[in-house]
């Protein structure tokens, strides 16, 4: 009797041993892998709507990000890191997404149109009147930093002339362009100005064959040629 008793305690023991060392069948099976990280987008319309990333915008945690990071292989492509990245941190743009696709292109005018005789008329532009002057005196034959005054000098004025804007009404005199810088041709290269461009709008042929004629010739009567340009724009 005391055998059986013992058998049969045996066998309770080693089925209450079996019992408590089997976990139930739920915890048994293995842990799921985790769900593969996605190809990161292409197109920008791809991009605008792949997020939010595990730790963007607000959820950003710099040394999780960092943990993650360290975890990752270190013979990763950069393809393979930068998906990585879009799974990590691709911001979530729904709400701009949305405002776009939502946006009210139409317009309402609050005002009378310009056919309304009391609409007011745009103003009208101020009239630009310019006069260049170009030095074709003997000493524009000389050299300064950058090459020879002269070359110097047109290649400013083209430049200035060609930025006037479309409305302006431009001149070019010139002096100094007769006889030479010999003391017999003075009185005569002192009294030489001339207005080889006359004021109207700018035309780029005309105006540099205008300006290309001329080399450095005589004396320098600047006075004159400022008292001429003077009168040219009164």
Known sequence: MKWMQWKITALTLSFVLIVGC?????EAEPEKEKAEIPEPAE???GMLKEGPGKYAGKNYDKQKVNQYIKKLPK???AEEYYKHLVYLLAENYEKEVEDLDHFDTSFVVDRETPDDPEAKEAPKQKPLNVTILLDASG???GTVDGGVKMDLAKAAIKRF???LPSHAQVSLRVYGHQGSNQEKDKAKS???TEEVYPRSAYSEKKFNQ???QFKPTGWTPIAKGMEEAYQDLK
Not at 22 to 26: G, R, Y
């Open 22 to 26: 089997t976990s139930p069948a739920k």
């Open 139 to 141: 000493s524009m034959a």
């Open 210 to 212: 205008a300006l290309d």
């Open 161 to 163: 002339a060609s930025s």
């Open 190 to 192: 002192c009294a030489s």
């Open 43 to 45: 197109t920008v319309e």
């Open 75 to 77: 013979d990763l492509s």
